[in-house]
């Protein structure tokens, strides 16, 4: 009890108070929600409806024109027999990436943002009511070209790919811990321009994302000469499988940056504390 | 610039406690950002001095706080704090098989409301 007034001011929540004493009662309540709350329900409702046509969502990311649209052509130009591919594309402005999209025989949509430099899980939600689900295996979301904003944005995938081209420095991953410690694989893309480049070490972008305590696997290849597209087209096909297997289970998984934030900030109920009485 | 749809999300939330206990305003709002949260604090603060308009936020003190990188080792089990934002390795061992105890925090921590 406060000697002054007996309202419930304690030494324990005093520094809470900002306005004391005043005429009228300032409540404060212990929250503890993730600022992007509403983002995260729609993501998980987003999931929901992806996993219930037994698709896996995968989040292309990585700064602008670092192949991901190139890796996306080849992949669908390899696995056209194995697997069927959706592509949602989101850039700024134009319809160019879906029209490469189709181009390859599958199907796209096009979210341009405007001015928005990342989608987010309203954004996904809206572009699922074009995408026939139920005709595909893998959903890929080519986010906008950016290092910074989308890694805050839970969409409603599975995995986080990012990609970092030979020609943008083998320290991406130190410069952009937060995208890059988001990844569940990492591709190093456009290795057929290693030879003209000479001081892109691929040892030390592996050292750099290492360094992020980061799992993922870091994989070399290059769209274009098909080197190093084993690797990542297994990885892929392995995601799919266990991905089925996770949904004869009923279970579902995050990336899993996000699984572990979640596992970290396990959700408080709100609270209700007066911490003032006039 | 995704520090005003994060601002939105924020807004939203807020204004919605403050309707559910009546308020007559937001005096103040706490949020916790760690370094690895990908928000630049006074990016939010500036997203925030434009989102608040003509809501019952309008003229509620916006605190930032931060929080440690805090790691802990899956190998030697020792709890350290990370020097920067792109080293998350074990301070002891150098393992990088370690867990984040704190540093990505975005979350709203408090609000205060006038009733
Ligand atoms: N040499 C070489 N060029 C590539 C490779 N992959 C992509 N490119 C080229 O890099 C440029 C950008 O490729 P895109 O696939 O459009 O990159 P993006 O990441 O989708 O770009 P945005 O969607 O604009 O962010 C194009 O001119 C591609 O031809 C590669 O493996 N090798
Ligand atoms: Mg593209
Ligand atoms: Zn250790």
Redesign the interface.
Known sequence: MCNTCGCNVTDGNRHLLSIPHQQKSVTAITVLSNLLKHNDQQADQNRASIESHGVLAINLMSSPGSGKTALLEATIQKLKHKLSIAVIEGDLETENDADRIRAQGVQAYQITTGTACHLDAHLIQQALTHIRLDEIDVLFIENVGNLVCPASFDLGHHRNVTLLSVTEGDDKPAKYPVMFRASDVMLITKTDLLPYLGDFSVEKAIRYQHELASQAPVLALSSRSGEGFDAWLQWLEQEVSQHKIRIQQQQSIKPTIQAEGQQLHQQEPVRFRPVARA | ??EL??CA??M??VTA?AKT?Q??KV??IV?KIGP????EPHLLESAFTISCAGTLAEEA?FITESLPIR?LCNVCAAETEAPR?????CGECAS???????G????????????
């Open positions: 610039m995704h749809s994060l999300d924020l939203d939330q406690l206990h308020a007559e005096v103040r949020v690895l949260a990908g928000v003190e790691v934002s792109n080293h998350l390795l990088a098989n370690t867990q984040l105890l704190s990505d925090e975005l979350i709203l921590a408090q609000v205060e409301l006038l009733n």
